[in-house]
């Protein structure tokens, strides 16, 4: 096997581990020794291919990001209807965390592990839920032709709230209540 590749078989194998290990037990209560030892790597390989904990955990939620999304758009792909869509984040929610056991939002639980607002993993943060918010733009847009757009942006932003409290008390309360009164509530709202 050439250099390059095992470099880069190496590096993808220490990240499936961060990834692993930040989610299950936390950012924070992750050292940068377990990772090493769970991917199997030297410690010189792990700095070779990042400078620091914080450098891997910035990669880790772009990776997270990019999945999260990913199996979003997959889910909604039979959706026609932008009310069906909107509906059908709620939905994928809910299978999201059935599949997790409720352990929650990877970058919810980093940010409140990461109090400052400097940090480049609130960055990363900040930017997954940017993205989320403005997929709710686009969605309420679409599905509110003639409402004002500084409507169709208020009601967007109602809509994010919604979805991010229902995920924050569906991993409280490990239970799906949250999502049926919050499909309740989203099916007044449009």
């Not at 109090?115 to 403005?134: S, T, V």
């Amino acid at each position: 096997m050439p250099t390059s590749t095992a470099n880069t078989n190496k590096r993808n194998e220490i990240i499936e581990v961060a990834s692993k290990l930040f989610y299950e037990q936390g950012y924070h209560r992750t050292g940068v020794q377990q990772i090493i030892e769970g991917a199997g790597a030297a410690k010189g390989t792990f700095y070779a291919h990042f400078k620091s904990k914080e450098e891997l955990g910035v990669i880790w939620l772009r990776t997270r990001h990019t999945k999260w999304n990913t199996s979003l758009v997959e889910f909604l792909k039979d959706k026609d209807v932008a009310s069906e869509k909107i509906l059908a984040v709620f939905d994928f929610l809910g299978k999201w965390m059935k599949d997790c056991d409720f352990r929650g939002c990877a970058f919810l639980n980093t940010l409140a592990e990461t109090p400052d607002p400097n940090n480049p993993l609130r960055n990363e943060i900040a930017g997954h839920k940017q993205k989320l918010l403005e997929l709710f733009q686009r969605l309420i847009a679409e599905h509110q032709t003639k409402l004002p757009k500084d409507k169709c942006q208020n009601l967007a932003a109602s809509v994010f709230l919604l979805f991010e409290g229902t995920l924050v008390e569906m991993q409280n309360f490990r239970d799906t209540w949250p999502l049926e009164a919050a499909k309740s509530q989203l099916a007044r709202m449009l």
